[in-house]
Structure formats: structure tokens, C-alpha cells
């Protein structure tokens, strides 16, 4: 019994022992492995975390799917339309001359000055006519002498006391005589210039005195009654301009009074790199204060055409150029390429790519693409299917 006894104290303070030993084991143990424990605890939540985030778009697009997208749409329509625009340009004269003289000399009289008004036929320049005169007095000398010649002979001829060839040398020498007369008097009318048409001398180059040789420039005249102004139009407006069309012209110079005038000619050439053309517009009346270079706004009006527009708003635009967002058959969307024409106002002409009655998408971009079911709504949301009924 003794022995039974003292063995099992042995094995309990054995194993008290082992289990104190154990025990500071497992502290040493405890405290070498806090930080392992958090940081795996950090990595579960991690896995844990995006766990859920790569679940939650599965739920997203499942909701997306069944979300109804809504759009606003307008029919396109055919409207009979006049477009206006406004196109800037300078003020130029149709009519300008400059004066040259064609005989040398000097300059015996100049009255005018730029900016004077001039008459029709009214003499502007005067050259020195001195040697052309005297030139002039020996011709008709000798023509003088030539008409005496020619009667005496043509009394013997008829006596028959010279021949035919003897008459018909001084026949010859009279007109030779005449050509010269006429010749020096042209020359002496080239010493005068006159002013050719009513206007004002715009530039002078030359003062009394001075010596000039023949085709110097001496001055230049403009007629201010033929004001007009050239302006480029796009290729899209020509076919609705026509000569004699009325349009209206500010000068800005002249402050917000508008004048009348008139389309008198249209280019028959487009320029490639701009794709305009160009339209010369001519005042109807002399305006007081409108000089040649000035700015000047012409507003040309369109005649009325019939055109297939739809809201500019409802016009897109990619690398691949203009399209729209077409409602088709049971509400899906449809992307179509169109090409637009002109802007009137609010509106786009459509030249290809769209008939009329078709309804193109003006709001409800976000997010459409091409084959996605669509819900029409009004302008106030509301589905256009559950008004109805």
C-alpha cells in the first residue's frame, strides 16, 4: 500500500511538473506567435473583403440587366425652312481706272488732289504740247504743199500733158502728208487726259513740273456709285442664292443702319481646302461716309426649301464621323451614320442617312450602345407605353 502510495505521489509531482513546464512552454509559445496570429487573422479578413467585392458586380450587372435604360426621342421631319446667315467682307469699287500718259514731257498743269470729285470729260492733266505743235505746223505744211500739187497735176492729167504714174506718186505723197497730220494731232490729244467716267481721284503721283516719260502712272479714279463687297458662302448655301436675291449690308464703320443691296454675281469656282465659293453683293445706292475698305456684314437669306432636319442636339460625332441613335423596331437602339447640312437654328439638316418619321434619341446618352433595348420616355420621364394606358 506503501509503495501504491509513493508511487502516485511520484507520478503527480511527475506530472505537476510537466504540466508547469508545458505551461511556460506554451507561454513562450504564445508570446512568440501573437503577431503570426494577427497577421493571419488580417489576411482571412483580406480574402474575406474582396471576397465580397468580387461578388458584389455579379449582382450589379444582374441588376443592370434588368434595369430599363430610358431615352427621349423626336421624330425627324420635313420642314419648309429659310436659312440666314451673316458673312463679313470689304468694301471695294467696281469701277477704279488708272491714268497713264502716253506721251513724254513735262507736267504743265495737275489741279486735282486725291479725294476731289471729278466730271466726266473734265481735264485732269496737261503736258507740256510745245515741240508736238511745231511738229505739228510743218505737217500741215507739207500737206498744204501736197493738196497744191495734186490739183496741178490733176489739171494737166486732164490735158494730157502728164502720165498716170506721175499722178499717182503725188496722189501718194498727199496722203502721206494727211497720215502725218493725223498722227501729231493724236499725239497732241495724248498731252491732255480727261476723266473717263464722275468720280473721285483716289491716288496722285505726279506734281506740275515734273518731267514724266511715256505710261507713268499719274493718277487714279474711282467711281463711288459702284460700291460692292465680295464674301465667301459655304458649298451647302449656293444652291439658295440667286443673282438679283435682295440682302442687307452693315457697315460697321457707319454704325447698326442697314443698307439695301443685291447679290450681282456669283463665282462658278469653289475652293477645294474651304469648300466655299464666292458671292459679290452690290450696294443699290452711293452711301455717305462708305469708303472702300471698310468692314462691312451681309446677311443673305435663303429662299425657302423644303429640308429634313432633326434637333442638333441629337447629332454625335467619332473618329468615323456624324451619326445619330435611331429607335427601331421593338425599342432597340440603332446606331446610324448620317451626313448633316446646315444649322438652322436649333435644327440640323440631314442630307443623308435618315428618312423621315424615324425617331433619333435627343437625350439618354449615358451609357446606350448599339442593340440595347430601350424604354421611351416624354421630357418629364414619364414612360410614354404606361401614359397610354
Not at 263 to 275: F, K, L, M
Not at 294 to 309: E, G, I, N, P, Y
Request: some cysteine; charged content about 25%; glycine content about 6%.
Amino acid at each position: 500500500m506503501h509503495d501504491v502510495y509513493s508511487t502516485s505521489k511520484l507520478i503527480s509531482k511527475f506530472t505537476l511538473n510537466g504540466v508547469m513546464n508545458s505551461g511556460r512552454r506554451r507561454a513562450r509559445m504564445y508570446v512568440a506567435t501573437v503577431p503570426s496570429i494577427w497577421i493571419l487573422v488580417g489576411l482571412l479578413l483580406s480574402l474575406f473583403i474582396s471576397g465580397c467585392e468580387r461578388a458584389q458586380p455579379t449582382a450589379s450587372r444582374e441588376e443592370k440587366a434588368e434595369r430599363v435604360h430610358l431615352v427621349e426621342v423626336v421624330p425627324v421631319v420635313n420642314r419648309s425652312l429659310s436659312h440666314t446667315s451673316v458673312r463679313t467682307g470689304t468694301l471695294q469699287v467696281r469701277q477704279e481706272v488708272k491714268l497713264f500718259n502716253q506721251e513724254e514731257g513735262r507736267v504743265a498743269q495737275l489741279a486735282v488732289y486725291v479725294g476731289d470729285a471729278v466730271e466726266q470729260g473734265q481735264v485732269l492733266v496737261r503736258l507740256d504740247d510745245t515741240l508736238i505743235r511745231v511738229d505739228l505746223n510743218k505737217t500741215v505744211a507739207n500737206r498744204n504743199q501736197a493738196q497744191a500739187n495734186l490739183k496741178r497735176v490733176q489739171s494737166l492729167k486732164k490735158k494730157q500733158l502728164v502720165s498716170e504714174d506721175e499722178l499717182s506718186r503725188v496722189e501718194t505723197l498727199m496722203r502721206v502728208a494727211e497720215a502725218d497730220e493725223q498722227s501729231l494731232r493724236t499725239r497732241l490729244d495724248f498731252t491732255t487726259l480727261h476723266a473717263p467716267f464722275d468720280g473721285v481721284v483716289s491716288q496722285r503721283h505726279v506734281e506740275p513740273g515734273d518731267a514724266i516719260p511715256r505710261f507713268t502712272h499719274v493718277l487714279s479714279l474711282i467711281d463711288m456709285t459702284s460700291l460692292y463687297t465680295s464674301v465667301s458662302v459655304s458649298e451647302l448655301l449656293l444652291p439658295s442664292l440667286g443673282i438679283g436675291q435682295p440682302v442687307t449690308v452693315q457697315i460697321d464703320a457707319l454704325g447698326d443702319v442697314k443698307f439695301d443691296g443685291e447679290i450681282e454675281r456669283i463665282h462658278p469656282t469653289i475652293d477645294t481646302r474651304t469648300r466655299q465659293g464666292t458671292v459679290e453683293v452690290a450696294l443699290k445706292s452711293t452711301l455717305d461716309g462708305a469708303i472702300p475698305g471698310q468692314l462691312c456684314r451681309v446677311t443673305l437669306h435663303s429662299s425657302v426649301l423644303s429640308r429634313l432636319v432633326v434637333p442638333f442636339s441629337s447629332l454625335r460625332r467619332d473618329n468615323e464621323g456624324e451619326y445619330v441613335i435611331v429607335v427601331e423596331g421593338k425599342e432597340i437602339a440603332k446606331r446610324r451614320r448620317v451626313r448633316s447640312g446646315l444649322r438652322l437654328a436649333s435644327q440640323a439638316e440631314i442630307l443623308e442617312g435618315l428618312t423621315e418619321g424615324e425617331q433619333v434619341v435627343v437625350r439618354g446618352f449615358l451609357g446606350l450602345r448599339d442593340d440595347l433595348p430601350v424604354t421611351i420616355v416624354d421630357s418629364n420621364g414619364i414612360d410614354n407605353k404606361q401614359q397610354a394606358n
